[in-house]
Each structure stands twice: as C-alpha cells, then as structure tokens.
C-alpha cells in the first residue's frame, strides 16, 4: 500500500518545482559487505536547527568536497502532501 501511496504522490503531482540550495555542513561514508555509500549533510535553511542527510553518488559526493559547495534539491510537494525530491545535485559556488 505504502507503495502505490508513494508512487501516486509523485505521477499524479502536477505543481511546479521547488529549487532549494543548502549548505554543506559534512560528508559520510559508510561501508557494507557489498558497496560504500555517500552521503551528504546539509543545514535545513527553513529549520537551522535542522540538518538533512541525503545519498548521493560517488560523482556528486567528490564535487561535495569544495569549498563553498551546495545541495541543490529540486522538490515537488506531491500530490498528496509529501514532497519529494525530483533531482539532487552540488554546485560549486560562483560556478553556475
């Protein structure tokens, strides 16, 4: 059920994209049995006392790695109230 509830919120969402850039606070690395993950840390700016943590692939992780670097996230709210993230990706200050 959990599912099709997901898959509905995001093929029925019509609205318009949202485009947040966060700053990077810290980068993770965790390591299992059969791969490494990358994750990157960022400061909520709707809630500083908020931090989000996102996976991201090892090509978006090494780009996290300069200075001045932010998670840009292009979110849609959803069609039934839980936004979701439509793309992830780091941009490097002054490089856009």
């Not at 919120?9 to 490494?36: F, H, M, Q, W, Y």
């Not at 996102?54 to 109230?81: C, M, N, W």
Request: charged letters at 30%; glycine letters at 8%.
């Amino acid at each position: 059920m959990w599912a099709a509830l997901a898959y509905g919120n995001g093929a029925l969402d019509e609205s318009e994209t949202v485009i947040k850039r966060l700053p990077i606070l810290e980068l993770r690395t965790g390591r299992g049995r059969r791969r490494t993950t990358y994750k990157v840390v960022a400061q909520d700016l709707s809630d500083l006392e908020r931090e989000i943590e996102i996976e991201v692939s090892h090509s978006l992780f090494d780009k996290a790695r300069y200075q001045g670097s932010q998670l840009q996230l292009t979110l849609k709210p959803g069609r039934f109230g839980f936004e979701w993230i439509v793309n992830k990706d780091v941009v490097i200050e002054g490089q856009d």
